[in-house]
């Protein structure tokens, strides 16, 4: 069974910065497209960023220049780097492995932009 494990969450100041880590174990992590989403209170949830099995990524047009995602497969880990944060972008990070087949969740990190 596909297990992701998120962490790096935390209270931030606006301009910092975080590193999101998503620990992939069950499967071959090199099988999977890795994404990274986002859920703000009341809102709905949203796609950040996205990396393919073979390493090529994208991130969405509201967080590029501040945003990116990277995998290391060795570890099978994903990352969500995330650069001068501004308070919209508080919401609860959840992590997302997709194969042909199956699709597995993470259970969320909090991210808080505040001072």
């Known amino acids: 069974q596909v297990r992701l494990v998120e962490s790096g969450g935390t209270l931030v100041q606006p301009g910092g910065s975080l590193r999101l880590s998503c620990v992939f174990s069950?499967?071959?992590?090199?099988?999977?497209?890795m994404a990274w989403y986002r859920q703000a209170p009341g809102k709905q949830r949203e796609s950040v960023a996205h990396i393919t099995a073979g390493g090529i990524a994208s991130v969405a047009d509201y967080v590029k220049g501040r945003f990116g995602i990277a995998r290391d497969n060795a570890k099978s880990t994903a990352y969500l780097q995330m650069n001068n944060l501004k308070p919209e972008d508080t919401a609860v990070y959840y992590c997302?492995?997709?194969?042909?087949?199956?699709?597995?969740w993470g259970q969320g990190t909090q991210v808080t932009v505040s001072s």
């Open positions: 997302n492995a997709e194969s042909v087949s199956n699709t597995y």
């Open positions: 069950g499967s071959s992590f090199s099988l999977y497209a």
